[in-house]
């Protein structure tokens, strides 16, 4: 633990010490995230579930970190803020790790873990080496019963505490209506999109936080040459990359800061690796290619859980590989119907109702 650290847990220990004191609010749910300082995506759906119950008032704590000496004292002041919202709240919403609610959390104080991926390809929480333990979490919301044990070993939880319940934001997924809607308002942005045959390209990233952030290289010059002139190559990268620049080709477009469900709409396949997208995209049931040109050294050091390996989809690992896939594309339903079946419980586009169903129940049950 390095210095900053130190004071920070310091500090927050007196902070601890001292809303012991304070009385609990039995109606709160406070909704924290560290990673926008708005409500967004699974957030943004279960809010709006939320804000009619006459059971529940609802508070956020909304921060977008940076790696910035100004961020790292902001964050500072936000973790002694969230001690005492959290403390004294009766319910907590999360969707990435949180070091306050790991080290500083009151039993008294229930915690539910929405994460915000659908799935679990690469390993994450207390399966990789980390500076701080996951710990004090009480429930895990998934989209499938596949999840249950790597949810419960990476947020140390019990396993009967991973409630497939499904992710809010996939809702949309599940609705043509709303897909429509999305796909409507791209077109109407990019009108010249329209009819062309759209790659979309979203990976993850490599590295973290601490010790930086990387990307894997893709010559999208040499794979836009072999195709037809209709094609698009269409990338919106990870949000912890910022700001990346793929290729100056005509035909390949930074769309990073557009509707990812958007684009997934307007697509006709998807190019991901290690992502979670790719459970996601499954739900529209088009072709979805992996391109893992660094997969041993991925494996190695990120490490990978056994579901990789038996995903029914083509991996490549040179661009030529991927071109041929591209070339020779096809749409098979029965496959992608396995994975949703798989891997989302409820297809219903309900989900966000039963999430927020699930927090009434805690608010509403004597303690």
């Known amino acids: 633990m390095g210095l900053q650290k130190k004071i920070l847990h310091f500090v927050l220990s007196i902070c601890y010490c001292l809303v012991k004191l304070l009385p609990q609010n039995k109606k709160r749910v406070v909704l924290v995230s560290l990673t926008s300082n708005r409500l967004l995506d699974d957030f943004q759906y279960i809010y709006k579930e939320l804000m009619n119950d006459e059971f529940i008032q609802i508070r956020s704590i909304l921060f977008k970190y940076k790696p910035t000496l100004l961020h790292a004292f902001l964050y500072f002041m936000n973790c002694i803020y969230q001690v005492f919202v959290i403390n004294t709240a009766k319910v907590v919403v999360i969707h990435d790790n949180n070091y306050v609610i790991s080290n500083f959390k009151m039993d008294r104080v229930k915690v539910i873990q929405i994460w915000h991926a659908c799935g679990a390809l690469k390993k994450f929480g207390n399966d990789i080496h980390r500076e701080y333990k996951i710990q004090n979490y009480d429930y895990v919301i998934s989209t499938s019963l596949k999840w249950s044990q790597i949810y419960a070993r990476s947020f140390e939880v019990k396993e009967q505490n991973v409630l497939p319940l499904g992710m809010a934001r996939t809702d949309v997924l599940f609705k043509e209506e709303a897909l429509s809607s999305l796909n409507k308002q791209l077109l109407d942005k990019y009108p010249t999109w329209k009819d062309k045959r759209i790659i979309l390209?979203?990976?993850?990233?490599?590295?973290?936080?601490?010790?930086?952030?990387?990307?894997?290289?893709?010559?999208?010059?040499?794979?836009?040459?072999?195709?037809?002139?209709?094609?698009?190559?269409v990338y919106k990268m990870h949000p912890l990359l910022g700001d990346v620049t793929l290729s100056n080709h005509e035909r390949c477009i930074n769309a990073s800061n557009e509707n990812l469900y958007a684009l997934m709409s307007i697509s006709s396949c998807l190019i991901s690796d290690y992502s979670s997208i790719i459970y996601d995209y499954c739900i529209l049931s088009k072709p979805i290619l992996l391109f893992v040109p660094d997969i041993k050294?991925?494996?190695?050091?990120?490490?990978?859980?056994?579901?990789?390996?038996?995903?029914?989809?083509?991996?490549?690992?040179?661009?030529?590989?991927?071109?041929?896939?591209?070339?020779?594309?096809?749409?098979?339903?029965?496959?992608?119907?396995?994975?949703?079946?798989?891997?989302?419980?409820?297809?219903?586009?309900?989900?966000?109702?039963?999430?927020?169903?699930?927090?009434?129940?805690?608010?509403?049950?004597?303690?």
Do not use: W
């Open 201 to 233: 390209y979203a990976p993850t990233f490599r590295g973290n936080i601490v010790k930086g952030m990387s990307y894997i290289n893709i010559n999208v010059d040499h794979i836009l040459q072999q195709l037809d002139k209709d094609v698009l190559f």
């Open 297 to 367: 050294e991925y494996e190695a050091t990120t490490g990978l859980n056994e579901s990789f390996y038996e995903l029914p989809l083509t991996l490549c690992k040179k661009e030529d590989e991927l071109v041929l896939q591209l070339k020779t594309l096809r749409k098979d339903d029965e496959i992608y119907q396995q994975m949703k079946d798989t891997y989302f419980t409820y297809q219903d586009g309900c989900s966000a109702k039963r999430i927020a169903r699930f927090i009434h129940q805690i608010i509403v049950e004597k303690d």
